[in-house]
């Protein structure tokens, strides 16, 4: 029998419900309508498969489904970038054979010298390395001094485990003062961890965080059940640093082609303005202190 995935039937389901009959251009009927979104007859007739068809994909079976499906799905789902990446990291997990499947794997919990290196070198730009889990794996003087509220966070396991962002956003009641928008970061943090989970399902630490946060967070729970999938890579964000103030930054997120599952992301401050200020006195106090530049954490 083939394998079914309840995050497939899932993911389908809420893309299914958000698209009205007028977003597909279908024009409306005059009976009453018992779902908010499109039918699933709707979407097999639009992706241009049978209705069967559609339903044992809707059900959570993506063996033997072609990429020129998935395309089409997604299309008449209206699909962002990010959403389609992940329809496809559910496809490619679904025809692996189930030995490959049933292996463990693990994310990076360490950095390589070299990226250590590289984040010396940005010495006037605060810059952290992340994992696909939202690890805090390594930080320059200045990152580490930046996101000093996340290190030192009571959700952090042990004294040598990785802080953590998303369980500083949804464990830790001093989120609430750091992130200007914390409903925005709690937004960013599920779809980063749900798109982290189509391209890993098998990572064994990343199953625990979120088994983790959907038992003690609400509020986590409800945001994990829309099955929304995203990232992150350049925008702003206001943070509220318990010694300088508001830390008004732009950031952006770089991949490595030497190490492809860490991401560095660097925050940038205006020139002359009041956070640029308050970098250079933070970098000021940080100098000589015992975080060090490049810190692993």
Known sequence: MAPKDENVRAFLSTRRAKITPDMAGIPRGTSARRVPGLRREEVATLSGV?????????????TG??????????????????????????????????RARARSRRGPTTVPPQIRLL????????VIALSGRLDILAANALGRAVFDVVHTSPTRRTAVSAPNLASFVFLDPAASGFFDDLDGAAD???????????????????????GELSTRSEDFRTRW??????????????????????????FEEL??????SIVLSAYIAEPSSPTAER??????????SAVGPAAEV
Do not use: F
């Not at 997604?74 to 679904?94: C, I, K, N």
């Not at 010396?120 to 605060?126: A, E, I, Q, Y």
């Open 65 to 98: 489904v072609s990429d020129e499906i998935l395309d089409a799905i997604a299309q008449v789902l209206q699909m962002d970038e990010s959403e389609t990446g992940y329809l496809y990291d559910l496809a490619r997990e679904a025809r692996r054979p189930a």
């Open 50 to 62: 049978s209705v069967d068809y559609y339903t044992r994909i809707e059900k959570g079976d993506l």
């Open 119 to 126: 984040l010396d070198s940005m010495g006037t730009t605060p």
């Open 279 to 288: 970098l250079q006195m933070l970098a000021a106090w940080t100098t000589g």
């Open 225 to 250: 059940a829309a099955h929304d999938v995203g990232d992150h890579r350049s925008g702003s964000k206001i943070l509220h640093h318990p010694e300088v103030g508001e830390l008004d930054l732009r």
């Open 188 to 210: 960013t943090c599920v779809r980063m961890l749900r798109a982290q989970a189509g391209t890993a399902p098998h990572d064994a630490q990343l199953t625990q965080l979120i």
């Open 255 to 260: 991949t490595l082609a030497s190490a492809p």
